[in-house]
T-cell receptor, first 116, second 112 residues
Framework: DTGVSQDPRHKITKRGQNVTFRCDPI?????LYWYRQTLGQGPEFLTY????????KSRLLSDRFSAERPKGSFSTLEIQRTEQGDSAMYLC??????????????FGPGTRLTVL | LAKTTQPISMDSYEGQEVNITCSHN???????ITWYQQFPSQGPRFIIQ???TKVTNEVASLFIPADRKSSTLSLPRVSLSDTAVYYC?????????????FGTGTRLTVIP
């Protein structure tokens, strides 16, 4: 399967714990995106990478959140000192850098985080 | 100011054509219009993208008037499996918060 994969699919943690999610993009895609989605809302952009460089971070990405993409392949999103408000679906997407047209993103299945 | 405005929800009977309109009065010259579909507990899936006039693929058609201030996603002969949330995005080729705004989308319910 050559789609975007995310691990784990579900994570339950206690408030104050740290969690880390992984995203494996489509292999030839050089852009990788992280989103957060809460119930009834659309995905909210968090950050994106082009290759290994993190080029933009949303104001939603507090200092408890950190994302990495070493070697421009898979990416990790870590949340430190989780809070109940962090409970959400965390989505990863990947795309090719565009060649003069809009960008189609391919999304993974998401990681559902529940903070107790 | 929201970049796009869509109806919150729509209902349709199976077999009918469904048209979902998105308003984007402040669309910029370099902006494209992209529609995604999302089923519960899944990531969004790209449906169609256009810049002007009409675009058609095997899944849907996208109609964009000359002023580009709105666009209409047309789903022919919907089935129960088309029940989903549909998002309209407007943005240029550069990623980032400004161009990747999903909003709340339109929840389409197909009725038998």
């Amino acid at each position: 399967d050559t789609g975007v994969s995310q691990d784990p699919r579900h994570k339950i943690t206690k408030r104050g714990q740290n969690v880390t999610f992984r995203c494996d993009p489509i292999s030839e895609h050089n852009r990788l995106y992280w989103y957060r989605q809460t119930l009834g809302q659309g995905p909210e952009f968090l950050t994106y990478f082009q290759n290994e460089a993190q080029l933009e971070k949303s104001r939603l990405l507090s200092d408890r959140f950190s994302a990495e993409r070493p070697k421009g392949s898979f990416s990790t999103l870590e949340i430190q000192r989780t809070e109940q408000g962090d409970s959400a679906m965390y989505l990863c997407a990947s795309s090719l850098a565009p060649g003069g047209r809009g960008v189609e993103q391919f999304f993974g299945p998401g990681t559902r985080l529940t903070v107790l | 100011l929201a970049k796009t405005t869509q109806p919150i929800s729509m209902d349709s009977y199976e077999g009918q054509e469904v048209n979902i309109t998105c308003s984007h009065n402040n669309i910029a010259t370099n902006d494209y219009i992209t529609w995604y579909q999302q089923f519960p507990s899944q990531g969004p899936r790209f449906i169609i993208q256009g810049y002007k006039t009409k675009v058609t693929n095997e899944v849907a058609s996208l109609f964009i008037p000359a002023d580009r201030k709105s666009s209409t996603l047309s789903l022919p002969r919907v089935s129960l499996s088309d029940t989903a949330v549909y998002y309209c995005l407007v943005g240029d080729i550069n990623p980032g918060a400004n161009n990747l705004f999903f909003g709340t989308g339109t929840r389409l319910t197909v009725i038998p």
